[in-house]
């Protein structure tokens, strides 16, 4: 049975960093597309950020390009979410999800698999 279990989050400044990450159990990471997407409370749940299974090719949304990196390490069966420069507005519950299907432009929730329960990112002063 596909498992992944989110972890890293927490309360942070503006402007503050943190580094969320995404282990995976029950299958090997090599041959999933892993994506980062989060839902903050009254607000549908949107796509982030995802890398491809060889962690060549990744994709971010717009809000986040620039702050954010994700990458993956295959060996660990961890993918990360690094994010710098946080907003407020980046508050939500991060969670991440496997495809077998490539890593998109578009990050629809609907097309992965295999959620986690999230970790809380709170950014506030």
């Known amino acids: 049975q596909l498992h992944v279990v989110e972890s890293g989050g927490g309360l942070v400044q503006p402007g503050g960093s943190l580094r969320l990450s995404c282990v995976a159990s029950?299958?090997?990471?090599?041959?999933?597309?892993i994506g980062w997407f989060r839902q903050a409370p009254g607000k549908e749940r949107e796509g982030v950020s995802c890398?491809?299974?060889?962690?060549?090719?990744?994709n971010y949304a717009d809000s986040v390009k620039g702050r954010f990196t994700i990458s993956r390490d295959n060996a660990k069966n961890t993918v990360y979410l690094q994010m710098n420069s946080l907003k407020p507005e980046d508050t939500a519950v991060y969670y991440c999800?496997?495809?077998?299907?490539?890593?998109?432009?578009?990050?629809?929730?609907?097309?992965?698999?295999?959620w986690g329960q999230g970790t809380q990112v709170t950014v506030s002063s």
């Open positions: 890398i491809s299974k060889s962690g060549g090719r990744t």
């Open positions: 999800a496997a495809r077998l299907s490539l890593c998109s432009t578009l990050m629809v929730p609907s097309e992965y698999d295999s």
């Open positions: 029950g299958f090997t990471l090599d041959y999933y597309t």
